[in-house]
């Protein structure tokens, strides 16, 4: 099993940039596709972005391509979301998921075996 912790959430204004950090614990890392989901108040919890074991397939939701960019060190046992020209539809927690041998499409589809608590992102206009 994973524990994950996010983290590098915080205010930010609108066009700015940030960078979320999930941190997992163990030593199976490299077993479990990677995720980002986002809840905002008032809203169903969402995809945003997954990544293959080896990083080498991602996938991300139509309204953050070209703007986020996933990615994970395994040495660190670490996933990253880079988050750039963020609009106040940004605002959200952000959590971090993981699946045991999963595609990125299933982690996309919302199943994942593992999440952490979350971190916040609130973009101002």
């Known amino acids: 099993q994973v524990q994950l912790v996010e983290s590098g959430g915080g205010l930010v204004q609108a066009g700015g940039s940030l960078r979320v950090s999930c941190a997992a614990s163990g030593r199976t890392f490299s077993l479990y596709t990677m995720g980002w989901f986002r809840q905002a108040p008032g809203k169903e919890r969402e995809f945003v972005a997954a990544?293959?074991?080896?990083?080498?397939?991602?996938n991300y939701a139509d309204s953050v391509k070209g703007r986020f960019t996933i990615s994970r060190d395994n040495a660190k046992n670490t996933v990253y979301l880079q988050m750039n020209s963020l609009q106040p539809e940004d605002t959200a927690v952000y959590y971090c998921?993981?699946?045991?041998?999963?595609?990125?499409?299933?982690?996309?589809?919302?199943?994942?075996?593992?999440w952490g608590q979350g971190t916040r992102v609130t973009v101002s206009s």
């Open positions: 990544i293959s074991r080896s990083g080498s397939s991602t």
């Open positions: 998921a993981a699946k045991l041998f999963g595609s990125v499409e299933a982690l996309a589809g919302g199943l994942y075996d593992f």
